[in-house]
């Protein structure tokens, strides 16, 4: 077996799909061009592109919602800074798996952690004059550097892969000794990399975050899903590593979408510290004529005006999944723990035919198998990697595109069924033969 699809049939759907550089595309572009050879082939992808979630939607949630629609909730306006149930079930979610005090009052309903990011990159960087640019600890999730783009605001970056454990404090102290960094953002397990920051590390972060008034933004899209750890039992450690043992400054971004694969109904929370959400800004009190008071703002004169507050029904279909994984009778971990049997299945296949995992440890153990993982292959480039495995018919995006400065791409493990491991076999056998490793030692 050769490849799948020929160089020129890529580039002739590229040009129709107006994609002008494959090596350096998009999600959105690498879907396109995946689709449209699928449809002119009937031809199937292995697709490792999109982060969509590969399990059925949780029916707790689908049930409280028609129960929600039933009563009548469709008609009502909710209010913006959500029903008082999901805020209440929230708190308890928190204090119960990370074993966090923050109040309902600070736990914020949001459509999905984008609109989340989206609205914290505002408030963060509008609080105090002269700190205006999001600091980001690569790699991570590309929209989000798209959304500073829109709103005009500044930001910095670095890859960690070579500063981990102490070296990161160093690193990360030399960005926010600028004095211009308002936020810092990074996710945890992190998307692409799979890698999970430890304690040392979240330590180093909320500490240097305290000293330079910096604000923190968790994404934990990926919550409890280091399977390494025995993660999800309620108010029973482990708990779930976090900045905010360590700083005062943080938002905590929790989304229904992966634990609950709850995607399509774009509901998550950003929980902030009950400090950073009391704080009064007198910058904020000025630009919006209000009282100036952080969490206030973020709800009122932020948020509202990004999405008009969260649909009601699916605010209560979370706030049950919530309550239900506090009693114990969701076990949202095991429900999808399939993502750690994927990968593993899919990381053997690649690395028994010459691929590497480019991201393959945390500071003290290997990282684990889950959502994402990266690959590499030797002599070539994230961009050349992402094209000829194009051919071969396996989608994916480079790490170049996460702003990673290390050459692969990102696998995701989602939307992997049983059917396609022999093909994904097949196929990159082929790549392989195809592709010979050439041993310069």
């Not at 061009?33 to 982060?51: K, N, Y």
């Not at 990381?347 to 035919?353: A, C, L, P």
Request: with cysteine.
């Amino acid at each position: 077996m050769s490849s799948v699809f020929s160089k020129e049939q890529v580039a002739d759907v590229a040009r129709e799909m107006k994609v002008a550089d494959l090596q350096n595309a998009t999600i959105g572009d690498v879907l396109l061009v995946a689709s449209r050879l699928e449809e002119q082939t009937g031809i199937p992808f292995i697709r490792m592109d999109q982060g969509s979630p590969g399990l059925p939607a949780n029916k707790v949630g689908i049930e409280a919602e028609k129960r929600a629609l039933d009563a009548g909730l469709g008609a009502q306006y909710p209010a913006a800074a959500g029903v008082p149930e999901l805020k209440e079930a929230a708190s308890r979610f928190v204090k119960a798996f990370i074993d966090i005090d923050i109040p309902p009052r600070a736990c914020v309903p949001t459509t999905g952690s984008v609109a989340a990011s989206f609205g914290a990159f505002i408030a963060c960087t509008q609080r105090i004059p002269g700190k205006n640019k999001v600091l980001f600890i690569d790699p991570g999730f590309p929209i989000q550097k798209s959304q500073l783009r829109i709103l005009g605001i500044g930001w910095e970056y670095f890859d960690i892969h070579d500063f981990r454990g102490e070296p990161l404090r160093a690193k990360l102290e030399s960005y926010m000794a600028k004095g211009d960094i308002a936020a810092v953002v990074y996710s945890n397990p992190n998307n692409p990399a799979w890698i999970c920051l430890e304690e040392e590390e979240l330590k180093i972060i909320g500490e240097l975050a305290t000293r330079y008034d910096v604000v923190v933004m968790e994404d934990q899209a990926y919550f409890c899903m280091d399977f390494r750890h025995k993660y999800g039992r309620p108010y029973q450690p482990p708990f779930v590593p976090t900045v905010a043992r360590y700083t005062d400054n943080y938002i905590l971004m929790l989304s229904a979408s992966k634990i609950f694969s709850y995607a399509g109904q774009r509901i998550a929370l950003a929980c902030i510290s009950d400090k950073l959400f009391d704080k009064q800004y007198p910058a904020l009190a000025k630009r919006y004529e209000d009282s100036g008071v952080f969490g206030p703002t973020f709800i009122a004169s932020i948020l509202y005006m990004i999405t008009s507050g969260c649909t009601a029904t699916t605010q209560y279909g979370m706030a049950e999944m919530l309550e239900r994984s506090v009693s114990g009778e969701i076990n949202f971990v095991e429900d999808v723990r399939e993502y750690e049997r994927r990968a593993s299945r899919m990381k053997k296949i690649f690395t028994d035919n010459g691929f590497t995992i480019v991201y393959d440890r945390d500071v003290t153990r290997q990282v684990g198998d889950g959502f994402f993982f990266t690959l590499g292959y030797p002599g070539m480039t994230g961009g050349e990697l992402l094209l000829e495995l194009m051919y071969y018919g396996v989608s994916s995006i480079s790490l170049s595109t996460t702003g990673s400065e290390q050459q692969g791409v990102r696998a995701c493990t989602s939307r992997m069924r049983d059917e396609l491991y022999p093909v994904l076999e097949e196929r990159m056998k082929a790549f392989h033969e195809d592709h010979p490793i050439v041993n310069n030692e």
